[in-house]
């Protein structure tokens, strides 16, 4: 969706009458027209389920708003017909099957779902707001099926659009001298989306007072982010971090948050790559989209810069010494995280990894001291395939070990429960592969969001058992206000019995003492990358 098409509204001005705003939602003629601070919005109906699409949160960051922190956006007045997504953040397809190329960098806009019958008793609802993944490179909130969370969770669930790849996250340091807030956009929007919730959420009947973030992937890291973001403050109270473990990395590993010093040095070799000076801004503003998106595979980061506000520190060190926004707080991985991108490459090339290269396959991930060391720990023969192994050491490295680490960061702090996703009879939307991909990672999302395929057209289809575990998964993370009452049901993590939510069939389960064995924790504790 155009910002511009706010200005072509076909509904007549006289819809407004009787529009307001109250301490509960807002009461209107049309149940469907909700009056937002910025204006009012018109929403569809589709299997009870209430939409309001690709409303705006921000100004398009565009011309001289490219790489300024999200801006606020234009009133209206005639009510703004919000039943079409939005357009993405503008992608390259860097992902594979996960999202789709195109967008437009008109994209800051969110959308709001909730359950007719829900709304009907006239309490505040739970609020979920979501924040996809892509490694902070693709993805869009549309991509995410609302349906069960808000149907069967009675949750009124937010899905966000948030600035990706360059256009998200840049540090230049003429852009940084500018005098305004620099580096993590993306993540800026992000905040500006919970600003907006705070403002708004009670006009669509959610409770501002209940709202919980969730992520997954880089998503996952955006909520970790958050928790470690001094700007976040007060704008949620839950948090579902899935597959977020990757910011507790320490640079130079592989997808660590960046130091400022080594993100603006990145950012001045892109600037070299499009032939503008690092220090002429207005070259790089002038730029078009299409040049930009040409020129950014090399300089792309896939974690955040530690800038010194946004991100003050290194979150590890945020969540140790306790400089954090205290929530409940939800923390997951997958059993297999690492098939998923074992079987990216070999979907590309139509090759299988071999033993000959699977010490190249690794030499991505870890230095030459270090990729001696996960050949032992994880040697291709006592796997089925070398890409078995190669999933295992990723896995371990980049998912389960780093989660342990911050949930023992963090459980003295604020309430923890972790879990870890093992059906690995989950259907999946990449492939065919030469090895199983089991509970990989992103295999979960259909069991939040119904159908989800990424940028796919494989439809994904859960069974009555995986059914059955998805509702018991939905109603978990629309209400983790109700953690504390649910006992042994789903404790506390202690790192100390290393105990787990297990999500198998036919439903989730609490395990102790695995966790740490299963995924060579002990090893990747003393490997330095943490």
Same mark, same amino acid.
């Given at each position: 969706m155009n910002f511009s098409r706010m200005i072509?509204?076909?509904? +007549?001005?006289? /819809?407004?009458? &009787? $529009?307001?705003?109250?301490? *509960?939602?807002?009461?209107?003629?049309?149940? =469907?027209? !909700?009056?937002t601070v910025s204006g009012p919005v018109t929403g569809v109906s589709a299997n009870e389920i209430?939409?309001?699409?690709?409303?705006?949160?921000?100004?398009?960051?565009?011309?001289?708003?490219?790489?300024?922190?999200?801006?606020?956006p234009a009133n209206w007045t005639v009510p703004l017909k919000a039943g079409t997504a939005p357009t993405a953040c +503008?992608?390259? /397809?860097?992902? &594979? $099957?996960?999202?789709?190329? *195109?967008?437009?960098?008109?994209?800051?806009? =969110?959308? !709001?779902?909730?359950?007719?019958?829900?709304?009907?008793?006239?309490?505040?609802?739970?609020?979920?707001v979501w924040f996809h993944g892509g490694a902070l490179w693709v993805g869009q909130g549309s991509d995410y099926a609302p349906t069960k969370l808000a149907r069967d969770g009675k949750a009124i669930v937010v899905t966000v659009n948030y600035r990706l790849g360059v256009f998200g996250f840049l540090a230049n340091q003429a852009l940084d001298?500018?005098?305004?807030?620099?580096?993590?956009?993306?993540?800026?929007?992000?905040?500006?989306a919970l600003r907006w919730v705070q403002k708004n959420i009670s006009a669509f009947g959610g409770d501002p007072e209940n709202v919980t973030i969730g992520g997954e992937s880089s998503g996952g890291n955006s909520v970790m982010a958050h928790i470690a973001s001094p700007d976040s403050k007060g704008l949620f109270q839950h948090a579902v971090a899935m597959s977020g473990s990757g910011i507790v990395a320490r640079h130079p590993a592989f997808g660590a948050p960046r130091p400022l010093p080594v993100a603006e040095a990145v950012g001045a070799e892109f600037a070299k790559a499009v032939n503008c000076?690092?220090?002429?801004?207005?070259?790089?503003?002038?730029?078009?989209?299409?040049?930009?998106?040409d020129a950014q595979r090399p300089y792309l980061l896939n974690e955040f810069i530690i800038d010194g506000k946004t991100l003050p520190i290194h979150p590890l060190d945020a969540y140790r010494s306790g400089r954090i926004n205290k929530v409940t707080l939800v923390t997951g991985t997958n059993r297999d995280e690492g098939r998923f991108f074992a079987a990216l490459p070999e979907l590309l090339t139509g090759k299988p990894l071999t033993e000959a290269n699977y010490p190249t396959a690794l030499s991505g991930f870890y230095?030459?001291?270090?990729?001696?060391?996960?050949?032992?720990e994880y040697p291709p023969a006592q796997y089925v395939t070398p890409s078995e192994?190669?999933?295992?050491?990723?896995?371990?490295?980049?998912?389960a070990c780093p989660?342990?680490?911050?949930?023992?960061?963090?459980?003295?702090?604020?309430?923890?429960?972790?879990?870890?996703?093992?059906?690995?009879?989950?259907?999946?939307?990449?492939?065919?592969?030469?090895?199983?991909?089991?509970?990989?990672?992103?295999?979960?999302?259909?069991?939040?969001?119904?159908?989800f395929r990424g940028g796919a057209d494989l439809s994904v289809t859960l069974n009555p058992l995986q059914e059955k575990l998805s509702t018991q998964m939905v109603d978990y993370f629309a209400h983790l206000d109700r953690m504390s009452d649910r006992g042994t049901e789903w404790s506390h993590y202690d790192g100390r019995q290393d105990n787990y939510m297990t999500f198998v069939l036919p439903q989730g389960r609490m395990e102790s003492g695995r966790f740490s064995q299963a995924h060579h924790c002990t090893f990747w504790d003393r490997a330095g990358i943490y």
């Amino acid at each position: 969706m155009n910002f511009s098409r706010m200005i072509r509204m076909a509904l +007549v001005t006289t /819809a407004l009458s &009787g $529009v307001s705003v109250g301490s *509960g939602f807002a009461q209107t003629p049309d149940p =469907l027209t !909700v009056r937002t601070v910025s204006g009012p919005v018109t929403g569809v109906s589709a299997n009870e389920i209430e939409s309001w699409m690709g409303i705006p949160y921000a100004a398009p960051p565009v011309g001289a708003l490219r790489w300024q922190p999200p801006q606020s956006p234009a009133n209206w007045t005639v009510p703004l017909k919000a039943g079409t997504a939005p357009t993405a953040c +503008v992608q390259n /397809a860097d992902l &594979g $099957v996960f999202a789709r190329p *195109g967008g437009s960098e008109d994209c800051l806009y =969110l959308n !709001v779902s909730r359950s007719h019958e829900a709304v009907k008793s006239g309490k505040k609802l739970p609020v979920f707001v979501w924040f996809h993944g892509g490694a902070l490179w693709v993805g869009q909130g549309s991509d995410y099926a609302p349906t069960k969370l808000a149907r069967d969770g009675k949750a009124i669930v937010v899905t966000v659009n948030y600035r990706l790849g360059v256009f998200g996250f840049l540090a230049n340091q003429a852009l940084d001298r500018e005098g305004h807030t620099f580096g993590n956009y993306g993540l800026m929007d992000q905040q500006a989306a919970l600003r907006w919730v705070q403002k708004n959420i009670s006009a669509f009947g959610g409770d501002p007072e209940n709202v919980t973030i969730g992520g997954e992937s880089s998503g996952g890291n955006s909520v970790m982010a958050h928790i470690a973001s001094p700007d976040s403050k007060g704008l949620f109270q839950h948090a579902v971090a899935m597959s977020g473990s990757g910011i507790v990395a320490r640079h130079p590993a592989f997808g660590a948050p960046r130091p400022l010093p080594v993100a603006e040095a990145v950012g001045a070799e892109f600037a070299k790559a499009v032939n503008c000076k690092p220090e002429d801004t207005a070259c790089l503003r002038g730029l078009s989209t299409k040049r930009i998106l040409d020129a950014q595979r090399p300089y792309l980061l896939n974690e955040f810069i530690i800038d010194g506000k946004t991100l003050p520190i290194h979150p590890l060190d945020a969540y140790r010494s306790g400089r954090i926004n205290k929530v409940t707080l939800v923390t997951g991985t997958n059993r297999d995280e690492g098939r998923f991108f074992a079987a990216l490459p070999e979907l590309l090339t139509g090759k299988p990894l071999t033993e000959a290269n699977y010490p190249t396959a690794l030499s991505g991930f870890y230095d030459s001291t270090l990729l001696r060391k996960v050949m032992q720990e994880y040697p291709p023969a006592q796997y089925v395939t070398p890409s078995e192994a190669f999933a295992a050491a990723t896995t371990d490295s980049m998912f389960a070990c780093p989660a342990r680490i911050m949930n023992q960061a963090l459980t003295d702090k604020m309430p923890v429960y972790a879990y870890e996703f093992a059906d690995r009879t989950a259907p999946s939307y990449v492939g065919p592969t030469s090895f199983p991909l089991l509970a990989a990672h992103t295999y979960e999302l259909a069991y939040v969001f119904p159908g989800f395929r990424g940028g796919a057209d494989l439809s994904v289809t859960l069974n009555p058992l995986q059914e059955k575990l998805s509702t018991q998964m939905v109603d978990y993370f629309a209400h983790l206000d109700r953690m504390s009452d649910r006992g042994t049901e789903w404790s506390h993590y202690d790192g100390r019995q290393d105990n787990y939510m297990t999500f198998v069939l036919p439903q989730g389960r609490m395990e102790s003492g695995r966790f740490s064995q299963a995924h060579h924790c002990t090893f990747w504790d003393r490997a330095g990358i943490y």
